[in-house]
């Protein structure tokens, strides 16, 4: 079992950039594929970005594609979300989640999902 952590969430002006920490302990990140998932007030989690659990491969959904980006540093054990050029409609508690490994697809559901960070708040004002 993995235990996730995330940090990093705050309060930024839109425009502004954050990065995004998800720290995991009790077992190797190596072994599982990981996510990003949002959920905004009033509203369902959605999905936001996934890193292959060799890091090679990426995938983003089309609201924050160009402007995020996922990364994993399996020496460290973390998984991070920089986020640039964020916008009001990026408001939202952020979620790491992590999976057992896949081939060839990326899942974007909540229920692909096994284990999931507390979540982080980030804030973007207008």
């Known amino acids: 079992q993995v235990q996730l952590v995330e940090s990093g969430g705050g309060l930024v002006q839109a425009g502004g950039s954050l990065r995004l920490s998800c720290a995991a302990s009790?077992?190797?990140?190596?072994?599982?594929?990981m996510a990003w998932f949002r959920q905004a007030l009033g509203k369902e989690r959605e999905f936001v970005a996934a890193?292959?659990?060799?890091?090679?491969?990426?995938y983003y959904a089309d609201s924050v594609k160009g402007r995020f980006t996922i990364s994993r540093d399996n020496a460290e054990n973390t998984v991070y979300l920089q986020m640039n050029s964020l916008k009001p409609e990026d408001t939202a508690v952020y979620y790491c989640?992590?999976?057992?490994?896949?081939?060839?697809?990326?899942?974007?559901?909540?229920?692909?999902?096994?284990?999931w960070g507390q979540g982080t708040q980030v804030t973007v004002s207008s």
């Open positions: 890193v292959r659990w060799s890091g090679g491969n990426t």
């Open positions: 009790g077992r190797t990140l190596t072994t599982y594929d």
């Open positions: 989640a992590a999976k057992p490994p896949s081939a060839n697809y990326f899942y974007t559901s909540v229920y692909a999902y096994d284990y």
